[in-house]
């Protein structure tokens, strides 16, 4: 099931491929099945052995090939299932659904858990379109092709009083038998039990063959005539009563871009300047209130050869007002300065990060802004909801909430997004576009005043021209109000670079080449350029170029002098460091006499947090509607199919088997349904990683508790409605005693149980794929070892641990029990062993000793001949040979 992940991660490539037309998306479909075969095959080889040798199979070359053969085909057909649902699927979530149910079906129609015979004909079909029906049979006749099965234990009658009676006057308890045999033919059990034949063997390995080949056609077909993601323009996703005003104010918004879009660039300064002096009452109240001064600051990673250093003695400031460059060369260390300045880096640093003069204390994540290079959002929530999400977490809980929200007004002004600030942010195509995005991160930050500094890494990455003005405009404007900014930016246009007060050019090996100010038109820093050995930089030349062709960082370019050696040696550099020292000591004996107020890592207590993470949280599992209907179909219809699989259970022996497995498959609906909760909450752990814990905004346990909290009541609606589709259909007891425990055990108790450990493992988990190899790990010991596959009784003594470990046998103990408890057994014809009495004794008088400790019951205790023997004659009898009893359900609930 994990396959449905991988999947969905590489259709945008696919997308963009196909947009392209670099091939057929059917190629890649057919390339990825092929290629990944070696792979696959490594894997299963090593499962094979094991399983073979460790279960004790038939030790033959010929009977290990078969299986071998065998498996491989049924592997690699199942695989190709599962990949041709995902590629039919527009959602993961939706994937996961119908993979879910797949997987069902794949597990009882196999012909393992109901066989041919007791499937009921609405859906009995479903076994002969599903290889593993044919592989099923291929294997167990090739293992038990002429095997002689000794019965061990299972004679009867048996035991004290019977150590000398005739062969011909017993009978082994087990479905294939023969009078008077102390064994059961393989060929005879498979025949009685499943309807096999050995004859079909290889005809079955010819269907899988066909089934594997279907499914990879179909698979191809999907890829290369569905579109892989949805496609189409920009479409703003809106709450309603918003959606007249947004479309008025957007058709606005379009007309001026147009005109915007016609203005040249040398016009762009004009506009930049009048922006400018019509600012200073809009941005009243945005300006820094601190000093933020590194010096000599290195940074150095292990290596396989040792150390490796990024950073090299970089210093620098930046004051309230002004607007910082950071510029250089691919590779030079531009957002390794960015991150390591904002402590979101991990290595060895050395050197002094100074915040007026001190060094930083716990608050400093919380007094600067981020603003990443990926736009990361909640996709459910509006662009004012993730405003004022922000403004609440990263504001002191002591500034009253309407104090925030209204900065958040001011702030969706500011950065011009009113026309878009109801609209949802949705995905890319299907919500904000890119320079929306890029304005909402921006306003994340800036909501939570940082008072410090702002930091960004590249924020015209993947923008058009004017969107990166645009953006670089609005930067602009916010250091005139008196902000502190210091920005990433990659080959910036003449236009943009002078919108820069300072720069900071980096060189290989993070060596810094440049600090101080740009100047009018760029002249400071082409000057010292110029004085330094570059070559004259011509009138309408690209400064920003200009610097990176002098330093040796263009594609042709070839450079002569050392420019961080230029640069330590220069006048300049003494000027800044003398700066720095000085402004050290000045602020730094200022400082001292302040009073320390936001030492604090958290700008609000946990409480306070708790309610705003569990609201947010809350939205966004109302507002995704395909998650919600996708868990809910998963429930109710996996409820109904396995309700109607085992329609009406019956009173016979096999009518225990079909309780036991409609029980098991019940407990494993938890294995898809998990897959959906971990692709749900990777997102928002995703966002927390990147963002929101290096801002400090929230303790990380509220992400695991609130999505925990919002979980549970659609789990609960939802487990309802599969416990109505599963336990009424079964026929069995329906009195409220036994039905409304059993809704306690399964549709509370259990949903508790698997919702926590699919985030426990989540949030343990480095990613996704990862979650998904554990998780599916983790069940299938909980499930190989929960009692339902193979009884305690028959597993290897130290495997038996496993069993007391797994909270899935307690679960099943106590639904099986309130199946089985004072049910009365009816065995049918077929179920019945027979066998002689000695002459003179009726059946019922042969075999009174043996029932004095045995179980069952003579079906014809007065006949003389032909006793027909059931081995269960109540359903606690069942139970007490899988090792539980309802007496244990009290006792299991305290465990679970």
Known sequence: MGLANISFEHRPILQKHKVY???????????????SFPFRMIGLTFFIIILYFLAGLHRSAGAFFTMYLLLTMCSEAITSLFQMV?????????????????????????????????????????????????????????EFHGRHMDCGGTLVPSGPGFENILPENQVCAFVGSRPGQSWVLGDDYLRAQYQYEYKNTWRNFGIMWCFLIGYIVL????????????????????????????QRSWSSKNDEENLNASIATQDMKEIASSNDDSTSADFEGLESTGVFIWKNVS?????????????????????????????????????????????????????????????MDASFKRRTGYVQQQDLHVAELTVKESLQFSARMRR???????????YVEKIISILEMQEFSEALVGEIGYGLNVEQRKKLSIGVELVGKPDLLLFLDEPTSGLDSQSAWAVVKMLKRLALAGQSILCTIHQPSATLFEQFDRLLLLGKGGQTIYFGEIGKNSSSVIKYFEKNGARKCQQNENPAEYILEAIGAGATASVQQNWPDIWQKSHEYANINEKINDMIKDLSSTTLHKTATRASKYATSYSYQF?????????????????????????????????????????????????????????????PATNQIQERATVAKELYEVRESKSNMFHWSLLLITHYLNELPYHLLF????????????????????????????????????????????????????????????????????????????????WTFMWKLSPYTYFLQNLVGLLMHDKPVRCSKKELSL???????????????????????????DATADCAYCQYKVGDEYLARINASFSYLWRNVGFI
Not at 103 to 114: E, N, P, R, V
Not at 331 to 353: E, F
Not at 651 to 661: K, R
């Open 21 to 35: 037309s670099l091939y057929h998306p059917s190629a890649e479909a057919l390339a990825s099945t092929i290629s």
């Open 86 to 142: 995902s590629s039919l699927c527009d959602t993961l979530s939706q994937a996961n659904s119908i993979a879910g149910v797949v997987m069902l079906s794949i597990a009882m129609y196999s012909t393992y858990m109901i066989q041919l015979p007791s499937m009921h004909p609405w859906f009995k079909w479903i076994s002969y379109i599903l290889p593993i029906r044919y592989a099923f049979e291929s294997m167990l006749n090739a």
């Open 219 to 246: 698979r191809a077909v999907f890829t290369e005539y569905k579109s892989p993601v949805k496609s189409g323009g920009d479409a703003l996703v809106v709450k309603k009563g918003t959606k007249n005003a947004i």
């Open 299 to 359: 940074f150095t990673i292990p290596h396989s050869s040792g150390q490796r250093k990024l950073l090299d003695s970089v210093s620098g400031y930046c004051v309230p007002g002004t607007l910082t460059a950071l510029i250089g060369e691919s590779g030079a260390g531009k957002t390794t300065l960015l991150n390591t300045l904002a402590q979101r880096n991990v290595g060895t640093i050395t050197g002094d990060m100074l915040v007026d003069g001190l060094p």
């Open 396 to 406: 002191p809980q002591s500034i009253p909430d309407a104090e925030k929200m209204e």
């Open 611 to 671: 309610h705003h993470v569990l609201k947010r949280s809350s939205l966004t599992f109302w507002r995704n509607l395909n998650y919600i209907m996708a868990k809910m179909m998963l429930l109710m219809i996996s409820g109904l199919f396995i309700g109607f699989t085992f329609f009406h259970v019956g009173v016979n022996a096999i009518g225990l088997q079909n309780s036991l497995f409609a029980c098991f498959m019940a407990i494993v609906i938890s294995a």
């Open 719 to 798: 487990s309802t409605i599969f416990f109505v589709s599963l336990y009424f259909p079964l026929g069995v007891f329906t009195e409220a005693s036994r039905s409304s425990v059993f809704y306690l055990n399964y549709a509370i108790l259990f949903q508790l149980y698997y919702i926590g450990l699919a985030l426990m493992i989540l949030y343990m988990s480095p990613n996704l794929q990862s979650a998904n190899v554990i998780v599916g790990f983790i069940l299938s010991f909980l499930l190989s070892f929960c009692g339902a596959v193979q009884p305690a009784s028959l597993m290897p003594g130290f």
């Open 835 to 861: 066998f002689n009495p000695p002459v003179g004794q009726t059946c019922g008088e042969f075999t009174k000793p043996f029932f004095e400790f045995g179980t069952g019951y003579i079906a014809n205790p």
